[in-house]
């Protein structure tokens, strides 16, 4: 009997701000404990843990803390270092790390708010970043004209991309899920082709890779040659301060999240399901392929398969963690950046492996996923005590409950 | 069973919902909650239920103080409940859906669905269900859905039945099976907790009836006191049921609908060439047996429905063909008939809802951007002028009793200008009290020379609202008739007789019976 059956990013978005930030302790606590019993000095005191017990456990400690340690030496503050400039490089590492993954993670985020599990900013990204470099390397004009258009380009590039599901999702209600997988292949085949044709290959190269996007193209950089920091990042604050707006204070993120919350009553008061779908992911397109620019004309300088790293996929665990919420949404952005810049440190200077950070990525995930988890790790009380939202939202709950609505 | 619920309190945050109350449940008793909506009546059957934590107070089962975690608990004590929103998965099969949560296997992890299909037989036999084990739920009328709910408590050996509104959404005539059905269950030791905001109903069934204001008991009264009593006592002050209001025949035709066909999505007509003209200043009461072509009747004229034909005109301007969204600004104002599915939005809050089909025009908008200031005075406003009871216009429409969000749909409708209202089951749910309130602001729209189209299952409310009355049955209209049309008439015509034979029917009937010298029977339950 109830209208919609819960969706999975129903139960995630339910869950509140608390469970991010517990999530994050935990996901850090089990990574530490992975770190550990990985260890070699742990391993070894393990040997005689029954002589010395105090030994494995401080080596246990060691290893976490030094690795830990290392990270935040790495992504936020080197206190090590012997320079003002090597001190404060780590945090400007981070910001641009987050730079490219903040936009990205803002248009899911969007969709989400909209009712879409649009997990397609990878090939949203790519597209962007097609348009970005083809403008780059083609056109030749003046400093601020040029990245102008560079970035509206990326914007065009990605809002096709997305626009493109948002018109088939409302016109034959296909799944955004598979639709969006699929387009994320196409994405990624159409960049290995032109990459090869002359269209976006570098001219006398045999590898897959484009020609260098001019000066006039890029974003400066914001503190000098020293850092990589530029642009692109306020560009992404401001871009976080208009996503805020438009969730928030627009007519249209109100339609957004009407269509997201129930469809039905949004239809009902007249609001057009099909416009709103197909904007929703225009706009989450777009916000992707500006992560694209950021890419090319913030950092890289070129294109190349790999353009989109993991941005897209790392993009759907920060609007999670974020609650798609655009300020939750910057700060998991930091904190991703942070891992980026602070797990390759942690690796050089630990040994230990900077899978450990995936792994750790990962575990925030699960956690979010699972609330009732968090809430026993951490003794909080149950919410199932409250009164159910709409029936049927909450499936552990409307199993057994309900009100009379 | 015998329950006692001892100084029950419930709070979210710092509202009490339930404030030390006092219940005692006999035996083989039908104990009525009665109380306006907010009242308190729903948290105490879910905390009974053990869905919320009592913050203070004690149940008793048979004298034994118990402690419920969660409905399991309470099933194992012996409670059952049937919410107005049904549990169930629709493309399960009955047995299925009953086997849930309670599966017998045979061993190796294998459902052992023959235990539950027989077990269902016997009880089906038993009270007279004729609910068939193997037929999927979504294949089922609502009323039937409603009786895999009480098989479901009944299989699990429920000695306590509670039943939340559990009208609000049936015929008259699945009601009056409902109605048999409780005493059929009585009779055999269940005992049942009832909640209804129909005092006929009330009247007919309760041995016992405790009244709950705003959160606390504030007396118990006979069930053979006479309706007006049972409304004062629960609202806490009298009530006027009866609207005394003037027969209005209208001025010009506002709305002329003219052979207008919708078609479902498998090809079926579930309207049939239906033509209606509706005056300004009057209102044109739609009556008919749920799913006889009413929803789509108002989901056209709303532009919601596809494959639809004829024409619609509202002051001489066909609105067949264009957008919901040009409708609604046209101003027609729409309440729909499932407030929780159509009505609000459950996540947004009070304040949002209200502006629901106006939030981009002006002054709620300004140039694309939502004016919150403005939202929350018109929230303020609102909820104050229909009496919302709710702690904060920020709270989401979903933390409200049900009856209060209906006055939120409401409110939105009324706070503009309308060239044509239309209300499905606008009192669905909601207290006497309340529904009084609203029948007069619907009168008051009247008045203010706007035509009306008023749908409702209700008899009552349909010869209290209706200048005319147009009975629908399978898609087609039977006939329109004036508004003190009886419901004897009313009621052949439902089942699918033209007024004229109706008419005739209902004469002769009404002969034999005075032959007989017996008063006339009101319709409904006797
Ligand atoms: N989870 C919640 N948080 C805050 N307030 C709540 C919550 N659940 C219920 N309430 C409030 O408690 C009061 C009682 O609600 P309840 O649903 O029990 O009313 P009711 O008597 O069943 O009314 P109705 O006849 O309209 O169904 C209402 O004012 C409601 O807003
Ligand atoms: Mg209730």
């Known amino acids: 009997m109830s209208p919609e059956t819960p969706s999975f990013i129903d139960r995630l978005r339910a869950s509140g701000a608390v469970v991010s930030v517990l999530a994050i302790v935990a996901a850090f606590i089990v990574g530490g404990i992975l770190i550990a019993a990985t260890d070699e000095k742990t391993t070894s005191a393990t040997t005689y843990f029954f002589a010395r017990p105090l030994d494995t456990l401080a080596a246990a400690w060691n290893a976490a803390a030094n690795s830990y340690a290392a990270m935040f030496r790495g992504a936020v503050f080197n206190y090590d270092a012997s320079t003002f400039t090597a001190m404060i490089k780590p945090l400007t590492e981070t910001l641009t790390y987050a730079t490219p993954l903040l936009t990205a993670s803002l248009g899911v985020a969007v969709a989400f708010r909209a009712g879409l599990f649009n997990i397609g900013a990878q090939g949203q990204l790519i597209l962007g970043a097609m348009f970005a470099t083809w403008i780059g390397f083609t056109l030749d004009l003046a400093w601020p004209v040029h990245l102008l258009l560079v970035i509206l380009g990326s914007i065009l590039g990605g809002a096709l991309w997305g626009g493109l599901v948002g018109w088939i999702k409302a016109r034959t209600g296909a799944h955004e899920v598979i639709l969006t997988i699929m387009l994320n292949y196409v994405a990624l085949n159409l960049l290995a082709y032109l990459l090869n044709t002359p269209v976006l290959q570098r001219p006398g190269s045999t590898n897959p890779v484009s020609p260098q996007v001019n000066g006039s193209a890029m974003y400066p950089e914001l503190l000098g040659d020293e850092f990589r920091l530029h642009l692109g990042f306020l560009v992404a604050v401001a871009a976080t301060a208009l996503v805020w707006w438009l969730m928030n204070r627009s007519t249209l993120g109100f339609e957004i999240k009407a269509v997201g919350s129930n469809r039905h009553a949004a239809r009902t008061a007249g609001i057009n399901t099909f416009k709103v779908t197909v904007l929703a992911m225009v706009i989450a397109g777009a916000l992707a392929g500006m992560a694209g620019a950021a890419q090319v004309n913030g950092t890289e300088r070129f294109l190349t398969e790999s353009v989109a790293a993991s941005i897209g996929f790392d993009a759907i665990t920060v609007a999670l963690l974020g609650r798609s919420n655009p300020i939750g949404v910057f700060f998991a952005a930091l904190l991703f950046g942070a891992f980026r810049a602070g797990g390759v440190t942690m690796q050089v200077a630990t040994g230990t492996p900077i899978d450990i950070v995936l792994v750790v990525q990962s575990l925030i995930v699960l956690f979010i996923a699972a609330p009732p988890l968090v809430r026993s790790i951490f003794g909080l009380g149950q919410r199932k005590k409250r009164k159910p939202r709409t029936p049927g939202r909450d499936a552990a709950v409307a199993a057994t409950a309900g009100g009379d609505k | 069973m015998k329950l006692e619920l001892k100084g029950i309190t419930k709070a979210f945050g710092g509202f009490v919902a339930n404030d030390s109350i006092d219940l005692v449940v006999d035996e083989g008793k039908v104990h009525t909650l009665l109380g306006e909506n907010g009242a308190g009546k729903s948290t ?423 200048d005319r009355i147009a009975v629908l049955f399978h898609g087609k209209v039977m006939g329109i008739v004036p508004g003190n049309t009886s419901r004897d008439v009313l009621g052949l015509m439902m089942a699918g007789s033209t007024a004229e034979e109706a008419l005739a029917e209902a004469d002769a009937a009404r002969l034999a019976t005075t032959e007989n010298d017996e008063p006339q029977l009101p319709g409904g339950i006797a």
């Not at chain 2, 549990?87 to 296997?105: I, K, S």
């Not at chain 2, 939340?164 to 059929?184: G, H, Y």
């Not at chain 2, 090809?267 to 509706?278: A, E, F, N, W």
Request: glycine residues 10%.
């Open chain 2, 44 to 466: 105490l059957m879910n905390v009974l239920y053990g869905l919320y934590e009592p913050t203070e107070g004690e149940i008793l089962v048979d004298g034994k103080p118990v402690h419920f975690r969660g409905p399991g608990d309470a099933m194992a004590a012996g409670i059952g409940m049937v919410h107005q929103h049904f549990m169930l998965v629709p493309v399960f099969t009955v047995a299925e859906n009953v086997a849930l949560g309670d599966e017998r296997t045979k061993g190796a992890g294998i459902l052992d669905l023959e235990k539950t299909r027989k077990a269902i037989r016997e009880i089906s036999d038993q009270y007279g269900f004729h609910v068939d084990p193997d037929a999927l739920v979504e294949d089922l009328p609502v009323g039937v859905q409603q009786r895999v709910e009480i098989i479901k408590a009944l299989v699990r050996k429920a000695d306590l039945l509670i039943l939340d509104e559990p009208t609000a959404v049936l015929t008259p005539k699945e009601t009056d099976e409902l109605m048999d059905i409780i005493r059929q269950l009585k009779g055999d030791g269940t005992s049942i907790i009832f909640i209804s905001h129909k005092l006929r109903e009330v009247k007919a069934i309760s041995d016992e009836i405790t009244v709950i204001r705003r959160g606390k008991v504030v007396g118990t009264a006979d069930p053979s006191a006479d309706a007006m009593e049972l409304a004062s006592l629960m609202v806490g002050r009298s009530v006027d049921l009866s609207l005394g209001r003037q027969h209005s025949d209208g001025t010009d035709v506002a709305l002329e609908i003219r052979d207008l066909t919708v078609i479902d999505s498998l090809g079926v007509p579930t309207l049939d060439h239906v033509s209606l003209d509706v005056r300004k200043g009057e209102i044109l009461a739609v009556a008919g047996v749920q799913g006889n072509g009413q929803t789509e009747l108002v989901e056209a004229v709303m532009g919601l429905t596809d494959h639809t034909t004829g024409s619609i005109r509202l002051d001489g301007v066909e609105l067949l063909g264009r957008s919901t969204k040009q409708i609604v600004n046209s101003g027609v104002g729409y309440v729909p008939e499932d407030r929780s599915t159509d009505g609000v939005i459950g996540d947004f809050t009070i304040a949002d809802n209200l502006i629901l089909n106006r939030y981009d025009r002006h002054p709620v908008a300004r140039g694309g951007s939502l004016q919150p200031a403005f939202i929350a005075e018109n929230a303020e406003a609102k909820i104050g002028e229909f009496d919302i009871r709710t702690q904060s216009a920020l709270h989401t429409a979903s933390q409200l009793s049900g009856g209060n969000q209906q006055k939120v749909v409401l409110a939105r409708e009324f706070s503009r200008e309308l060239n044509l209202f239309i209300a499905s089951q606008p009192t669905r749910g909601v207290d006497v009290g309340s529904i009084e309130f609203l029948h007069r602001r619907i009168l008051a729209e009247r008045d203010k020379d706007v035509p009306v189209i008023v749908v409702s299952t209700e008899l009552d409310e349909v010869a209290e609202l209706g």
